[in-house]
């Protein structure tokens, strides 16, 4: 094939998946539509999917669109690399301003593309999450986590004050919904192994004491699921409580 018409095939192929970025963006924004919109269109944080695929699934699609994206665009820039150093000594005739510019670029695409490795997140605890209600997010209120532990002061203010009963719960309607505080052992970056870990639990009994009556990974965040789930912190620390007495007992 001439390479014209490879750099038609290429440009053909970038153009297919440039919309499909963009509509996969609009899919996002309109119709799968993030925890907090859910509860006002819908009445409550339901789970939404297009073709089998949730947000989050869609989201990892975009990942790859993208790496496709980066290899066509390379490809391009190889059929076309005779024509590019002409045109750039056009554009920039001094020699040393066309090396700067070259390595300044170059440095900004790496960096767009590498810097998610080159920072760590910002964790939040407590505020308005993304579910409409508080807890594990980053709403208004949303206050900075740290690793310093609670004084002993501070821990009794946030500890649970509902005192644990001998009785399992055995659903989503047994788990407690008072005000709606956060455990200072609970975190939701936690998964729902650790977050059992920390009370000596079994993972699988600890969901099903909180609502969560199918299958669900230990590796799931705990954050995540209190938004599908409509439990807190607080509610977490609860009912693990119950079941290490139960099991002690």
């Given at each position: 094939m001439k390479k014209s018409n490879w750099s038609l095939v290429i440009d053909a192929l970038l153009l297919l998946l440039t919309a499909?970025?963009?509509?996969?963006?609009?899919?996002?924004?309109?119709?799968?539509?993030?925890?907090?919109?859910?509860?006002?269109?819908?009445?409550s944080n339901v789970e939404l999917e297009?073709?089998?695929?949730?947000?989050h699934q869609w989201?990892?699609?975009?990942?790859?669109?993208?790496y496709g994206m980066i290899a066509l665009v390379i490809l391009h820039i190889i059929l076309h690399w005779n024509m590019i150093p002409n045109m750039y000594r056009k554009l920039i005739a001094w020699r040393g301003l066309r090396a700067a510019v070259a390595?300044?670029?170059?440095?900004?695409?790496l960096l767009l593309v590498f810097f998610p490795f080159l920072i760590q997140p910002t964790?939040?605890?407590?505020?308005?999450?993304?579910?409409?209600?508080?807890?594990y997010g980053r709403g208004k209120g949303a206050q900075k986590q740290t690793d310093r532990p609670p004084t002993h002061?501070?821990?009794?203010?946030?500890?649970?004050?509902?005192?644990?009963?001998?009785?399992?719960?055995?659903?989503?309607?047994?788990?407690?919904?008072g005000e709606r505080g956060k455990s200072p052992g609970i975190k939701g970056y936690m998964t729902l192994a650790e977050a059992a870990g920390q009370y000596g639990v079994p993972p699988e009994d600890l969901a099903r004491a909180l609502g969560i009556r199918e299958a669900i990974s230990?590796?799931?965040?705990?954050?995540?699921?209190?938004?599908?789930?409509?439990?807190?912190?607080?509610?977490?620390?609860?009912?693990a409580e119950r079941l290490k007495k139960a099991q002690q007992k």
């Open positions: 499909f970025m963009t509509g996969k963006g609009l899919l996002l924004k309109y119709v799968l539509i993030p925890g907090r919109e859910r509860q006002i269109v819908y009445g297009l073709f089998g695929l949730d947000r989201g990892t699609l975009h990942l790859y669109v993208g390595v300044v670029y170059i440095a900004v695409c964790i939040l605890e407590g505020g308005e999450g993304r579910g409409g209600g508080k807890g002061a501070q821990a009794e203010q946030i500890a649970p004050q509902t005192p644990p009963s001998s009785d399992v719960p055995s659903g989503k309607e047994t788990v407690l919904h230990p590796n799931a965040r705990m954050g995540q699921l209190r938004q599908q789930y409509n439990f807190t912190m607080e509610d977490v620390a609860t009912v």
